[in-house]
């Protein structure tokens, strides 16, 4: 089963306006949950993280808020811009073990100009 | 440049034969993962490994094997290609600990046929 399911599957925002990606998890033992940007033909990169003692994460225009009792965290990307246009996962480590990343199936999103 | 590097970034096999996927990486890295991407599935955990000479299995492992004999590389067998293991592969390197991301290759793409 999907360890953690992300929404939705993708996303078109105008330019300017805030991009919202959603994630939910089961497994309570997960205490890092990063988020990764990936553009078409390149792997995967690191943009944001949090860990579950914080509700939320700022890191420029890329918000990470963090629900722990809902087991939800969420990525928002405030002034979105067309070179935002990616797929963005959501992923959670259990006990620092930072080499099994968990993802979530991912959100293609597109920032129209 | 300092990185994760994967060959070949593309390649066409039949069923039934066998390739490694080739992962190296300059950055002293403890931890490698294989990954496979495909579409609405995010990524999964092939194989991974914290060291040299120590592997493990990830979510995905069955028809595929990996060894760490340096720590600098850690490649990626088909043993008997299906078409199921079409797919894009990507192997990442990181560190133990919270506060560093892991860096994924570029990705090699197969198509078994």
């Known amino acids: 089963q999907q360890q953690v399911k992300q929404s939705p599957q993708s996303l078109i925002v105008q330019k300017g306006g805030i991009s919202i990606i959603n994630c939910a998890y089961e497994?309570?033992?997960?205490?890092?949950f990063p988020w990764y940007q990936q553009f078409p033909g390149k792997g995967p990169a690191l943009l944001i993280a949090i860990r579950p003692d914080v509700s939320e994460k700022k890191e420029g225009r890329f918000t990470i808020s963090f629900n722990k009792s809902a087991k939800q965290f969420s990525l928002h990307i405030m002034d979105s811009q067309p070179g935002d246009s990616a797929t963005y996962f959501c992923a959670a480590v259990r006990g620092g073990a930072t080499n099994k990343l968990i993802f979530g199936t991912g959100t293609l999103l597109a920032v129209q100009p | 440049n300092a990185g994760v590097t994967q060959t070949p970034k593309f390649q066409v096999l039949k069923t039934g034969q066998s390739m490694t996927l080739q992962c190296a990486q300059d950055m002293n890295h403890e931890y490698m993962s294989w990954y496979r991407q495909d579409p609405g599935m995010g990524l999964r955990l092939i194989h991974y490994s914290v060291g040299a000479g120590i592997t493990d299995q990830g979510e995905v492992p069955n028809g595929y094997n990996v060894s760490r004999s340096t720590t600098e590389d850690f490649p990626l067998r088909l043993l008997s290609a299906a078409p199921s293991q079409t797919s894009v592969y990507f192997c990442?390197?990181?560190?133990?600990?919270?506060?560093?991301?892991?860096?994924f290759g570029s990705g090699t793409r197969l198509t078994v046929v």
């Open positions: 497994n309570t033992a997960f205490d890092y």
């Open positions: 990442a390197s990181g560190k133990d600990g919270f506060d560093y991301g892991y860096t």
